[in-house]
């Protein structure tokens, strides 16, 4: 199945069917009068996160989504039937976007959570609704209202608690690979993620997800490489884990580099917690270890932690500092959503 977490559609809701002008002729009835029914409701247009789902890949060969009108009403004081609801299943963590591309119309981060897109139109009143005592035989009726057309973005957003972070080929798909049971290609070239992954890690009886996404470059904000466009897929994520391949030259300008794309990007990115990992640190000895770790020190202005994905070495120490910086969020937010108690009791 292919990867796509972005597409583009346009909706329509149903429109109302139109009320009916009838009056009731029948033989031996001495009475007749007015007996034109309403119109159909028009169909709504839902949008809903369903399971199973974790690409846009059928809104490819599908963008338009029409629901029902509303049939008119019909004599008898018969009713017209309502036209039928669609909905666009998409997975969890899909932003539904105006046509601008940046208003936010909807959130989809639940299992199960709908929303209505676009409202069918009311079907309009036949005769038979205006009857009245001054007005025994109305010849008229209402027409349905119309039907509601509008383009959307679905953008889907990888819901994970820790994102992977840095250049290409700095170790991101190894570490994925060796630390949960995902298989992303992993080769000695760059770029070899095109698409994000997603791994379930478990450390210490805990279990956490972790997203890899395609390598940064410097540029990315400009579209140059692969673009920052995936970056959106670690927005949701407590915690980042900014690999630095150990082998690489300067190390200090391959964090700059990572660092200066979060902040072209915004929307708060480069503010999230960061664990800050010196990658491949097999290939080293002890005197290349210190001098590499000391300058990328310098340039984090913190700790950094030394990991090797093929080794096996300091794996689950970085490992316990996710879930540790996971944890606190959750808590964070778990008391940011408790009600507050009253100062005063009785």
């Known amino acids: 199945m292919k990867f796509l977490d972005l597409a583009k559609v346009t909706i329509r809701s149903g429109a109302g069917g139109n009320g009916c002008v009838s009056f009731r002729r029948e033989k ?19 949008v809903e996160a369903v399971d199973g789902l974790n690409t846009l890949i059928d809104f490819r060969y599908q963008q338009h989504f029409f629901a029902g009108n509303g049939r008119p009403g019909m004599g008898q004081a018969r009713t017209g039937k309502n036209g039928d609801d669609i909905v666009l299943r998409v997975p969890v ?19 199960g959570q ?7 139109g009311n079907g309009g009143f036949g005769n038979l609704h ?8 109305p010849r008229r009726a209402n027409s349905g209202q119309p039907a509601i057309e509008r383009v959307v973005w679905l953008r889907l957003k990888l819901i994970a608690d ?17 630390t949960s049971n995902a298989r992303p290609k992993i080769a000695d ?11 379930v890690v478990k450390v210490d009886g805990a279990e956490f997800v972790i997203a890899d996404i395609p390598g940064l470059i410097a540029g990315a904000h400009e579209g140059h490489g692969l673009g920052d466009r995936f970056l959106g897929h670690v927005e949701r994520c407590s915690v980042l884990l900014h690999l630095v391949d150990a082998t690489a030259e ?23 917690h960061r664990v800050t990992v010196l990658n491949k640190v097999d290939a080293l000895d002890d005197e290349q270890r210190a001098i590499k770790r000391a300058a990328l020190e310098a340039a984090h202005g913190g700790p950094v932690m030394l990991m090797s ?38």
């Not at 976007?97 to 119309?105: A, F, K, Y």
């Not at 070239?189 to 791994?199: A, D, K, Q, S």
């Not at 689950?316 to 009791?345: H, N, T």
Request: net charge negative.
């Open 28 to 46: 031996y009835i001495e009475y007749g009068g007015p007996d034109g029914g309403d119109g159909g409701r028009g169909g709504d247009v839902w």
């Open 93 to 111: 963590g899909t932003e539904v976007l105006d046509e601008d591309g940046e208003t936010v119309i909807a959130d989809m981060t639940e299992l």
């Open 114 to 120: 709908r929303v209505l897109l676009a409202k069918g």
């Open 130 to 137: 205006f009857k009245s005592s001054t007005n025994q035989a």
């Open 162 to 178: 820790a994102g992977l972070l840095g250049l290409p080929n700095a170790g991101k798909s190894t570490f994925l690979a060796a």
């Open 189 to 199: 070239y760059p770029f070899t993620t095109l698409h994000p992954n997603l791994g």
């Open 250 to 272: 300067d190390v200090a300008g391959d964090y700059a580099t990572i660092i200066n794309e979060l902040q072209q990007y915004g929307g708060h990115l480069a503010d999230k």
């Open 309 to 346: 994905s093929v080794s096996g070495e300091g794996v689950q120490d970085v490992l316990r500092a996710l879930r540790r910086q996971i944890r606190r969020d959750r808590q964070d937010e778990a008391a940011a959503l408790a009600p507050e108690e009253d100062e005063w009791r009785p």
